[in-house]
């Protein structure tokens, strides 16, 4: 198991206190899709199912979100982008694939599109679900990219040829505790309203989690995660090293994954602003001890207003 | 780097100006240009008793005047861009396989002909064979997009293989004939015999068509992949009403004497 860090001090933002730790992440890959469909409404109903059960890599095999709903798309329809991370490229190709085929694909008046048309490393998207047209498929060349249609029962399914590859930051956090669980989600609440952004994927349910995990078990060998038992507020009388102050009675954490590592740098900065103004007794961040991730984002580095 | 050639005297006949692209021209001073010669008929004319020549030759070439007699401008081209200003002759970018030419006038027969890529725009008319195969050759333009705002002449898009023509007016008979893939979309409809021995091409046309029998209707949609096309086309000089962005249009399947793999979509958006 690996050791979280332990804060060494802390300064306050109004009655906030913020603790001099830091968020650990790692290098991930994502793709941008650009879902478009007849209303706004089935755009994001595309997206809530391709963005489903994506919420950990280590259950989940990826982590995705909606981005952000957009006013223009290609095809000039409602569209909502998607951000899509996993470790790798092939990670990726495989997650997309799978997604846009039996979420986009299936769901009335929808298109597919890149949002990633510069990237050079690509995968596969259009080119291997049209097989899914049995041949009855018909390609399109517009402005250079190539499209395909797929047949189905509505009319056709046209979706891009390959999308890009990136490599962004998966894992930046902030561990957001009240005085008791209301208060808490409330301050959370605030800091996902205000972290959600362009370049930035929340892929927790409503951007929260409350299940904070560490890396491997206290009582397994084979757990690759358990719970994160420091910042459990009901261990805090149990435990030797609980990170849960007095006075704080609920913690939940919101995890960012981002195409860069100053969008997520920024998007912290926004959410601990905002979770102090909200009314959080403690800020403080989720990290494996500072040998696992490459990127290190210290809360102290936040602490000006976005 | 910009050359420019203005038209000084009207030439004796039909001048082959297949020269006249950036990349020939590029790194020639104004002097050894004017020295270049053109074919005419027989003759074999001086470029510089023709045109006032100025500038160097680099990425950038314009030529202006009355041009219908000069025959060829662009042909052959890879990169750069050509503005011309003034109506042209024909073969007008034929065989272009990158690069952009935009022609402020009409073009004569046979512009964009087998050409294999780059964009080609055209304010104003066009002859026959828009983008068409020459005769002897199976397949006409394999990529590249053509866009006219104006009115085309007699089998635009002939022999098609990858690519579009996009046509703001009326094209005029033979839209698509024997063409393989690619798309032909005429805002102001096809002329007669729009789409025989099409394959597996798109002929989208923006008012009624009579249809050739080897057609079958198949239903009223609204295509993405027309939409897509006409939304880019719209930011290409073309001016596309947002009721074919948005209306129905009606699919065609056909040409039943060969694979009945292509279609003509045609703007339907009555009830």
Known sequence: ?306 | MTLSLALRTPPPGRVDASVLTPERLRGRGAREVSAMTLSCGRLRLPLGELFDVVGTGGDHLFVAGDLRSIDGIGHGMATGHIVVDGSCGDHLGAGMSGGEILVDGDVGAWAGAEMRGGHLTIRGNAGDRLGGAYPGTRAGMSGGEIVITGDAGQEAGAGLRRGLVAIGGRSGAGAGLRMLAGTVIALGGVGAEAGMGNKRGSIASGAPVRLLPGYTFAVRYAPPALRLQLRQLKRRYLPVDDMFLTGQWARWSGDRTELARGEILIFDDGE
């Open chain 1, 1 to 306: 198991m690996t050791e979280a860090s332990t804060p060494t001090g802390s300064f306050t933002l109004g009655d906030t206190e913020v603790s001099d730790t830091f968020a650990e992440a790692f290098p991930m890959r994502y793709a941008r899709l650009i879902i478009t469909a007849a209303t706004k409404e089935w755009a994001h109903e595309a997206a809530r199912s391709a963005t489903g059960f994506a919420t950990s890599v280590i259950g989940c095999k990826c982590e995705a979100a909606i981005e952000c709903p957009l006013t223009r798309t290609p095809d000039g329809r409602p569209g909502v982008s998607v951000l899509l991370f996993a470790m790798d490229r092939e990670g990726v190709g495989k997650r997309v694939l799978d997604r846009v085929g039996q979420c986009v694909l299936t769901c009335p008046t929808t298109a597919c599109f890149d949002g990633l048309p510069d990237a050079e490393r690509r995968v596969a998207l259009g080119s291997s679900l049209r097989y899914f047209g049995d041949g009855f498929q018909a390609s399109k060349v517009v402005s250079g990219e190539r499209f395909w249609r797929i047949p189905v029962m509505e009319g056709e399914f046209l979706v891009v040829e390959s999308v890009g590859v990136g490599t962004g930051v998966g894992g930046g956090n902030l561990v957001i505790g009240g005085a008791d669980a209301a208060r808490a989600l409330g301050a959370a609440q605030a800091a996902v309203d205000a972290v959600r952004d362009e370049g930035v994927a929340l892929p927790f349910p409503g951007g929260i989690v409350r299940s904070g995990s560490k890396v491997g078990a206290l009582t397994s060998s084979s757990m690759p995660a358990s719970t994160n038992h420091q910042f459990a507020p009901t261990l805090r009388a149990q435990i030797d090293d609980s990170l849960v102050p007095d006075g704080v009675g609920a913690m939940y954490e919101i995890v960012i994954d981002g195409m860069s590592e100053d969008k997520v740098r920024e998007a912290m900065r926004r959410g601990l602003h905002a979770a102090a103004g909200a009314g959080a007794a403690l800020v403080t961040a989720a990290n494996f001890g500072g040998g696992l991730g490459e990127f290190h984002f210290p809360l102290t580095e936040l602490r000006d207003p976005p």
